[in-house]
């Protein structure tokens, strides 16, 4: 070109590109509800928001005691609302915990983790040793019906560290691009036990449990059955493949799905004091225990409320 013809025009934007499947900036949809669904007050107790589309802190509601059918009812809305619910100071027995989960359904209890006085009360007591934590994942997707949530109760907490944070599914499938969702459509995945836990158990002490769980397979995309709402399915400790799909494509796909748990704007991130409760809806999540408090101690115990077969 002269430089005659280039006086006046715009200079010429060099050639560039990032790497494919990463995330990028820009608008995100922010949808707490589903679509058409009114933004109904509650009534019978207080939820202050932490956050755009999940979580929240319920204030007025006393997890010690029996729950009247109307408090549950609400409390149902909210959590399919807010996906995670927090109780403050609630400082429940492991038999008054099991007796407010049990208002979602039967309890399940995982052979695989540590129990507290009670066998159907999983206990996390660590300090300086990581396990269960730093990964994003959604519970027990290698059963056949995973759990439908879970109630966790922080018995001890460390002076520093020890936060929870939980990211919202059903954002992270509405934000996915077009063409990705089209490719998703009607797609399952294979979810497996043992990568997740192989990574700090024995071999010896999983292996048996291999005839008890065998790998199951799940929609990428379900479906909520509370909400209709359709949500990210996959997590990165226990999805290993989408069925049908050559190792290659499904590797990179599924690369690009778990990423999307670690999106900012999809989560709320809750510092724990001791006697806090948090209830979470395990069909629409995924959640990440920060692992950054040793040499001290955390102590929690979590009960699991048994789901339903995702579709």
Do not use: C
Not at 22 to 30: D, N, Q, V
């Amino acid at each position: 070109m002269s430089l005659t013809a280039s006086i006046g025009s715009a200079p010429a934007l060099r050639s560039s590109r990032l790497p494919p499947d990463g995330l990028y900036e820009g608008p995100r949809e922010l949808r707490r509800l589903a679509p058409g669904q009114p933004d109904r007050p509650y009534t019978l107790f207080g939820v202050v928001p932490l956050g755009p589309v999940i979580g929240a802190e319920v204030r007025g509601v006393d997890l010690t005691r029996p729950l009247v059918p109307a408090v549950r009812e609400e409390l149902d809305r909210a959590l399919l609302e807010w996906k995670v619910l927090f109780f403050r100071g609630q400082h429940p027995s492991s038999a008054e915990q099991r007796a407010f989960a049990r208002n979602w359904g039967e309890l399940e209890t995982n052979p695989l983790l540590a129990t507290g006085d009670d066998p159907e009360v999983a206990r996390f007591d660590r300090a300086s040793a990581p396990s269960f934590e730093n990964v994003w994942h959604t519970d027990v997707t290698f059963r056949e019906r995973p759990a439908l949530g879970a109630v966790l109760h922080l018995r001890e907490v460390p002076p520093y560290g020890g936060d929870t944070m939980w990211a919202d599914m059903a954002a992270a499938y509405d934000n996915l691009p077009p063409e990705v969702k089209g490719r998703l459509e009607g797609a399952r995945a294979v979810h497996d036990f043992v990568p997740g836990f192989a990574r700090f158990t024995p071999e010896e002490r999983l292996a048996p449990f291999q005839d008890r769980f065998p790998p199951v397979e799940h929609p990428v995309v379900r479906t909520h059955p509370g909400t209709g709402r359709r949500m990210l399915f996959v997590n990165t400790s226990f999805t290993t493949r989408i069925v049908g799909w050559d190792r290659e494509e499904s590797d990179r796909m599924l690369r690009l799905l778990f990423q999307q748990a670690h999106v900012p704007e999809y989560q709320v991130r809750f510092t724990w004091r001791a006697g806090d409760v948090a209830f979470w809806d395990n069909r629409a999540t995924q959640h990440y225990a920060v692992n950054d408090y040793a040499p001290h101690r955390r102590v929690a115990e979590r009960v699991a409320v048994a789901g339903d077969r995702p579709r």
